[in-house]
């Protein structure tokens, strides 16, 4: 049985949105484990007044899927307030991508995993 | 390039995965299909002319290895092959059973299913992929039931040596039995039978039909039936033979061996050619496995990107690999054989397994390298490691 996946993974996969890095990031976090074979690394500006995301931007070790997640996720919290990104669930991001192959359901908890640590760096900063 | 825009063609270079099968072998598997249909156990002239098939079948696949027809045994492949040669030899007895680090998953679990009642140990390999011979020296005993090595690795293509194992095992203790997974190397490398107990081929990796092997058995004495049934297979494989397949791979075999040497050295051009021209070309490269190796195995490492990415963006090109083991793509592991030859945790993640075919051309390979350069650009960009 071959790894399906849907038509959004792969635009995702093939067309990451916020790739890169940001210039004066508030905050960098890398979250993962080599071991497993995917890792992201997410960079956060936050309007210090607002606490809006207005820049979020992440590069990655990973499958396909690992790629695509990475890109979601910063699709959904970009322009959200840290209080309402800090209430995404993985599901969310399953759920905006048409859904992931279950072997491939952890890189949506990796995904949110790594905004939280990121929120949670910026909180302590 | 021109060849690019035939985009409707597949470049398939994953046969150490399956092969396409031989026009042939397709027409050997209609004809009996359609008129042979018999019972090769049946008395009537029927059973006798599906008989004759099957004998006829065995006999050309027997003198391919240099055995005797007694000597094959028709199993559904290279996985039953493999489980029939381990617990076969092994179900009546109490001791010692010796594999590799390396070995195909068909081996490996079914060691692992023996845990409970025999002493197991897993041989080292160097970072190459071939056997600690000295380890093995010192492992074989008196309580030795069995060796089961890979001839060649299915993963890197590393090819043992067959004969000093051989001859290490039986100066150790004679009695010890030697298997080996030929799967791979069946029909791409010498194989001489000397020496060696047990031997599991099969028939999908030569472009042959799938769910058809073989096991080579010396003395079908000291291996037990481990599915019970009728007396097909030498009492030692019950259930009506699967002629068509067995025909249509006794085809493949034939035409194989015909072709033998031609074949090896049309891929052995072709796997220099393209192993070179990606070292040379794209930074960051590492072959795994030796240069000397299987005739139609490419494993290389593309360090700070992960395998299965850089098989997807292949894949949006029509081009077909895998990571490692087409058997573990959906297992999140990083490949055991890499692992074992000492690499490091995101080298065994990163790597692609290109395995060529007779059908495979130099126009197809340098396609596969202009998409692989582009492919690989793109991911290093995603990637915030290097």
Redesign the interface.
């Known amino acids: 049985?071959?790894?399906k996946?849907s038509d959004k993974v792969?635009d995702h996969?093939?067309h990451?949105r916020n790739?890169g890095d940001i210039k004066n990031a508030d905050v960098e976090v890398?979250e993962g484990n080599?071991?497993?074979?995917?890792?992201i690394?997410m960079q956060l500006k936050v309007n210090p007044e607002t606490k809006v995301i207005e820049d979020i931007k992440f590069?990655?070790?990973?499958?396909?899927s690992?790629?695509a997640t990475a890109s979601a996720i910063t699709e959904i919290a970009k322009d959200k307030t840290i209080e309402e990104a800090k209430k995404i669930k993985w599901k969310d991001v399953s759920e905006s991508l048409g859904g992931l192959p279950q072997?491939k359901e952890?890189c949506s908890i990796l995904a949110v995993e790594t905004l939280k640590k990121a929120i949670k760096e910026y909180e302590l900063k | 390039m021109d060849y690019a825009k035939k985009m409707n063609e597949i470049i398939y270079l994953d046969n150490a995965a399956t092969t396409k099968p031989l026009q042939e072998v397709v027409d050997t598997i209609k004809e009996a299909q359609e008129n042979n249909y018999g019972n090769p156990s049946s008395l009537h002239l029927l059973g006798i002319q599906a008989d004759n098939l099957l004998s006829n079948a065995r006999k050309l696949i027997a003198e391919s290895i240099g055995a005797n027809e007694d000597q094959i045994i028709f199993t559904s492949g290279g996985t039953e092959s493999n489980n029939l040669a381990i617990k076969g030899s092994t179900i009546r007895k109490k001791g010692k059973v010796i594999t590799t680090k390396i070995e195909h998953p068909s081996i490996l679990n079914t060691f692992k299913s023996l845990e409970n009642n025999q002493e197991i140990v897993y041989l080292d390999v160097n970072e190459q992929g071939f056997v600690d011979l000295e380890q093995l020296k010192k492992e074989v005993d008196e309580n030795t039931i069995i060796v089961s090595i890979i001839h060649a690795n299915n993963e890197i293509g590393t090819i043992q040596l067959i004969e000093e194992i051989s001859e290490i095992i039986k100066q150790k203790n004679p009695k010890t039995l030697f298997h080996i997974d030929a799967c791979q190397s069946f029909t791409k490398t010498d194989l001489t039978i000397e020496g060696i107990d047990l031997v599991s081929i099969n028939s999908h990796k030569i472009h042959g039909p799938k769910g058809i092997g073989a096991l080579f058995v010396k003395n079908k004495k000291l291996l037990t039936q481990i599915e019970q049934g009728g007396h097909q297979e030498f009492n030692k494989r019950p259930g009506t033979e699967n002629l068509p397949a067995i025909a249509g791979f006794a085809k493949a075999v034939e035409i194989a061996m015909n072709e033998k040497d031609k074949n090896i050295q049309l891929m052995k051009n072709l796997q220099k050619y393209f192993i070179d021209k990606v070292l040379n070309e794209i930074t960051n490269t590492k072959l795994n496995g030796p240069k000397d190796r299987l005739c139609n195995n490419i494993n290389i490492t593309f360090s700070f990107i992960e395998g299965e990415a850089l098989l997807m963006m292949l894949n949006e090109k029509n081009i077909c690999v895998s990571t490692g083991s087409a058997c573990s793509s959906k297992v999140l592991e990083a490949s055991h054989v890499i692992l074992a030859l000492g690499k490091k945790y995101e080298d065994a993640h990163g790597t692609i397994r290109f395995s060529l075919s007779k059908f495979t051309t130099k126009e197809e390979l340098d396609y596969t390298i202009e998409q692989l350069k582009e492919a690989v650009k793109v991911l290093r960009k995603i990637s915030h490691l290097g």
Not at chain 1, 59 to 64: E, L, Q, T, V
């Open positions: 049985m071959a790894l996946y792969m996969f093939l990451p790739l890398i080599i071991q497993c074979g995917d890792q690394q590069k990655s070790f990973g499958c396909a690992n790629i072997i952890h």
